[in-house]
């Protein structure tokens, strides 16, 4: 689910980033055609509007690309805490399917007590920070 989540942010991201480009783009060419325009000439005022058009799309998108570049996505796995009944050794490691907890995973290979799951965590990172 974080994986789709992420791809999503990511084509969100790319979206709004190239359309910021190429309205970036179009506000240089349509400068540079302006220049070369005669400032008498009717084509002038038609390519500002063309240009404040751009100028709004440039802002829009580049808002949107600082959004979704802002966004932070929780990442959250689930780790086990491991003990041993018999001198309390932990250890973690990634659940594996059909794991609960006070199931007993084996031997401790250091008093050869049995071990158990003592709990089941859900670890969170990359919280989103406050501003
Ligand atoms: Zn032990």
């Known amino acids: 689910m974080t994986a789709d989540l992420k791809k999503k942010r990511l084509q969100a991201l790319i979206f709004y980033t190239v359309l910021f480009i190429l309205s970036v783009i179009g506000i240089i060419v349509t400068t540079f055609i302006g220049l070369t325009l005669n400032p008498e000439s009717p084509e002038v005022p038609n390519l500002m509007v063309f240009q404040a058009m751009m100028f709004i799309l440039a802002f ?23 003990k041993c009944s018999g001198c309390g050794y932990v250890e973690t490691r990634m659940p594996k399917k059909g794991d609960y907890v006070f199931k007993k995973v084996g031997k401790c290979l250091k008093c050869g007590g049995e071990l158990y799951i003592e709990s089941i965590l859900r670890e969170v990172k990359n919280v989103k920070a406050g501003r």
């Open 60 to 82: 829009f998108t580049g808002m949107e690309a600082w959004k979704y570049y802002n966004i932070k996505i929780p990442e959250i796995r689930l780790i086990e805490l491991i």
